[in-house]
């Protein structure tokens, strides 16, 4: 029975690193998406007049990415 114990609590203790480890990925997407919410397309465009319309484009599509929309 030793190396069925041994075994159980390796799995026991598998389950619980991949539990916080998927509890800090959910955490450190949901403040990405928060900072990512703080930046708009339109105060990123007006720093620069040189933005051309391949960037515009770009950041668009990494807008809507990021928003979860696809528009």
């Known amino acids: 029975m030793g190396g069925l114990d041994k075994i159980a609590k390796g799995l026991n203790d598998t389950s619980t690193a991949i539990r916080h480890y998927s509890n800090m ?5 949901s403040k990405l998406y928060e900072e990512m919410k ?3 397309l339109e105060s990123i465009a007006s720093e620069s007049e040189s933005n051309s319309d391949d960037n515009l484009k770009l950041l668009k599509t990494v ?3 990021v928003t ?3 528009t």
């Open 68 to 70: 979860g929309s696809h």
């Open 63 to 65: 807008q809507a990415r």
């Open 25 to 29: 990925e959910i955490e450190c997407s």
């Open 38 to 40: 703080l930046v708009s």
